[in-house]
């Protein structure tokens, strides 16, 4: 596959809009660029946690905005979100909403209907086993995207994702990514003083995200196997892309920002160690270790995992030069909160007020990094970005129905084949 791999902002652009002396990141800017034009309509489509979170933060930060269609797989989900909404401390949010009966879908065709009403912008906060299809119907819908990290849980995935993006651009329409730290200023402060040489040429890198067991619910005897898989969507590896896909690709979407390039190959080990083996805790490793390598023989280091206490936890990202090291965080000061500021600066980029965002090429890139070191552990080979990229592995069942029935496990053995 060939493709642009610098998103539009992050790559190139931002280079020259900061010499220009634009403010592309840190002061709020409350979305100066929407007054005294018409609200900008959004949808949310996913109404969990985050995507709830992501459409206050997004009302938050902009106040000529509307949300006007919600759509989530489960009608429980869409209406205490829609609660939380409306009912929010923050004024301007509560004011943001402005979602009628009408404009409330569910079900899992419920992204077509939301995707064909006049929305300006999807927020696209349901899960990682079908952002990628979110994503693709969304552009040829052109709408304007926020999307929540992971993009994709296989290379079929990314693959869809990354064609989405570059129509994206070919259409002029936004998309920003909730790898919130490349709108975090101390991230971006701190990175821009490694890439102008801060700490001297580098050699290497150190990326963690090692925390403890996520949520498990055991299985309500009502529920078939696939609303078990997305209620407890995070213990299967084909809804979540297991630990290292759904979280810790927000470390290794550092370490491809501060290298400016994707690595070129992964050699990783896994295992489930200590977590049980029953049916909550699904199918996924507890532990990742990676050595990722890239073009110039940089060689960065990845961990992730979830153990129990009294293990010792981290969330961490450091770069090791020629002439010192720095946390990737630590050279900056502190802005606005990132989850508020993300959404500024998607607002900004849709009303042409600000620089033009197109985040789906590097979190795709950012997602299959993490992926690749996923099928390294598993099938414990070796693998090339390449071979990552081109592979035909599909986890996601074409047929979805919550009438059929579904494997929930096994956990993978290292040395065999990744099941499809
Ligand atoms: N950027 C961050 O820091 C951050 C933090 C937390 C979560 N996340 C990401 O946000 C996403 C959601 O996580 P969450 O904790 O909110 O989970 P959640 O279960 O609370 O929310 C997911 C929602 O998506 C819905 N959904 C599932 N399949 C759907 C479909 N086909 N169509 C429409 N809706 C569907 C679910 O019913 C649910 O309401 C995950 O990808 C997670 O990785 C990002």
């Known amino acids: 596959m060939s493709y642009e791999s610098e998103s539009a902002i992050t790559r190139r ?40 979170g992501a459409a ?56 077509k209907e939301i995707l064909d009403t006049n929305i ?18 969304a552009v040829n819908k052109k709408k304007h995207i926020f999307t929540e990290k992971p993009v994709a849980v296989d290379p079929v995935g990314i693959r869809r994702v990354i064609a989405a993006a570059q129509k994206a651009k070919e259409k002029g329409l936004s998309i920003v990514a909730g790898t919130q730290r490349r709108h975090q200023q101390e991230y971006v402060e701190t990175i821009k003083k490694i890439h102008d040489g801060a700490i001297g040429e580098i050699l290497a890198l150190r990326v963690y995200w090692c925390g403890g067991l996520p949520f498990a619910f055991d299985r309500d005897p009502k529920w078939s196997d696939l609303e078990y898989c997305l209620r407890n969507w995070y213990n299967y590896y084909w809804v979540s892309g297991d630990n290292i896909v759904e979280q810790h690709v927000h470390n290794l979407d550092v370490a491809n920002w501060v290298m400016n390039d994707h690595p070129i190959n992964v050699f990783a080990s896994g295992g489930r160690t200590w977590k049980p083996r029953i049916e909550k805790y699904g199918d996924l490793y507890d532990n990742f270790s990676c050595d ?6 940089v060689h960065v280091t990845s961990f992730s995992r979830h153990w ?20 990737c965080n630590d050279m900056g000061t502190k802005g606005i909160n990132p989850y508020v500021q993300e959404h500024i600066d998607l607002v900004n980029s849709v009303c042409g007020a600000g620089p033009y965002y197109n985040e789906g090429v590097q979190v795709a890139e950012s997602t299959l990094t993490a992926i690749m070191g996923r099928m390294s552990a598993y099938t414990g080979k070796k693998l090339t970005w390449d071979e990552a990229l081109n592979s035909d592995l599909s986890l996601v069942p074409d047929d979805l129905s919550f009438d059929k029935s579904y494997p929930l496990g096994p956990v993978p053995s290292p040395g065999a084949p990744e099941k499809a």
């Open 13 to 52: 652009d931002f280079a020259k809009a900061a010499a220009a002396g634009l403010a592309v990141l840190g002061a709020a800017r409350s979305s100066q660029a929407a007054k005294g034009k018409r609200p900008l309509k959004v949808g949310l489509l996913g109404c969990g946690n985050r995507g709830t």
């Open 56 to 111: 206050i933060d997004m009302l938050t930060g902009n106040d000529n905005l509307k949300l006007v269609a919600m759509a989530d797989v489960f009608e429980d989900r869409l209406k205490s979100s829609a609660d939380k909404i409306k009912n929010h401390s923050n004024e301007q949010v509560r004011n943001g909403f402005a979602v009628k009966n009408s404009h409330c879908f569910v079900g899992l065709k419920a992204y």
């Open 120 to 137: 300006d912008i999807v927020i696209e906060g349901s899960l990682p086993y079908i952002r990628s299809k979110h994503i693709e119907a």
């Open 292 to 297: 990722y390598e890239y073009k110039n023989g």
């Open 308 to 327: 129990h206490k009294p293990c010792e936890g981290g969330v961490f990202e450091e770069a090791v030069g020629t002439k010192g090291r720095s946390a």
